[in-house]
C-alpha cells in the first residue's frame, strides 16, 4: 500500500531520475495528506527498503532515500477510562440487547484480559481454562501468552450459536449464524455500547487494552508482570504506561525519595 501511493506520487517518473529533493517534496506531499507520525515513519521506511531493493538488483547505482531523515515520532500518551467508566461500560449490555450476554463477556474479556481485538476474535475455547482463571492468547506473531482470565463463562447464548453452524465451532464468540465474531464486529458492538454510557467516540478495544494496563500498575502490579500479560517484546513499550497514571509515579517517589 504504501509503495502503491509512492508510485501514485511519481506519475510515471523515472525511479532513477528522482533527487533527494524530490524525495523530500514526497515526505512533504505525504505530509500534506494528514497522516498520523508514525505513518509517515512507516512511509519513509517503505521506500528505504524499497530502494535498497532496487540498488541490489541493479535497477539503481545509489540509495538517495537512505538520506531521507524520519521524522522523531512522538510518544502518544495512550488513552484510557476511569475504573468508573470501565464499570459502566461493561455494565451498559441489557436484557434487550440481542446476545447481550455474549457482549457482557467480550466487554469483559477485552478489559479483563488486555486482549486486541483480533486476539479475541481468534480465541478458541480449547484456549479458554476456566477453571484455572486463564486464557491462551495468540499475539503478533503468532506469539503465545498466558493471560489471566476472571469471567465466568455464559454458556445460555454461546450453545445455540454454535448449534446454527454445520460444524461445531472451535472460536469462543459466536456471532448470531454460529461463525467466528470478526475483529470489525467487535469494533462495532464496542462503539454502540460506548455510544450508550456518553465516553469519547474515540475509544476502541485498544482503550480497553490501555486501560487494562494502566489499571494494573496504579494497583502496584510490575511492570515486567505487566510487559508479560501485555505481549510486549520490549519493556520500553510498556513502560508508556507509567507516564499515564501519575499517582502511582507519586505515591513511588514519596516511598522511596529520601527528600520526599
Partial sequence: RDLKRFLEWCAGRPLAELTIQDLGDYATWLHGHGFQPATLARHLVSLKVFFRYLQLEGVLTRNLAELLGSQKLWQRVPQVLSPEQVDAL?????????????????????????????????????????????????GKGDKQRI????????????????????????????????????????????????????VSPDVGPHTLRHSFATHLLAGGADLRQVQEMLGHASIATTQIY??????????????FHPRA
Fill in 242 to 255: 507509567t507516564h499515564v497514571d501519575t499517582s502511582r509515579l507519586k505515591a513511588v517517589h514519596k516511598k
Fill in 90 to 138: 461493561l455494565g451498559s449490555p441489557t436484557p434487550d440487547d440481542p446476545f447481550w450476554r455474549r457482549d457482557r463477556a467480550l466487554l469483559e474479556l477485552l478489559y479483563a484480559t488486555g486482549c486486541r481485538a483480533s486476539e479475541l476474535s481468534n480465541l478458541k475455547m480449547q484456549d479458554v481454562h476456566l477453571d484455572e482463571g486463564y486464557c491462551l492468547c495468540r
Fill in 147 to 198: 493471560v489471566p482470565l476472571f469471567q465466568e463463562w455464559l454458556d445460555q447464548e454461546r450453545e445455540p450459536l454454535a448449534a446454527r453452524a454445520a460444524e461445531k465451532p472451535p472460536w469462543a464468540l459466536l456471532s448470531y449464524r454460529g461463525r467466528r465474531l470478526r475483529r470489525e464486529r467487535i469494533w462495532e458492538l464496542l462503539k454502540r455500547y460506548v455510544r450508550r454510557i456518553g
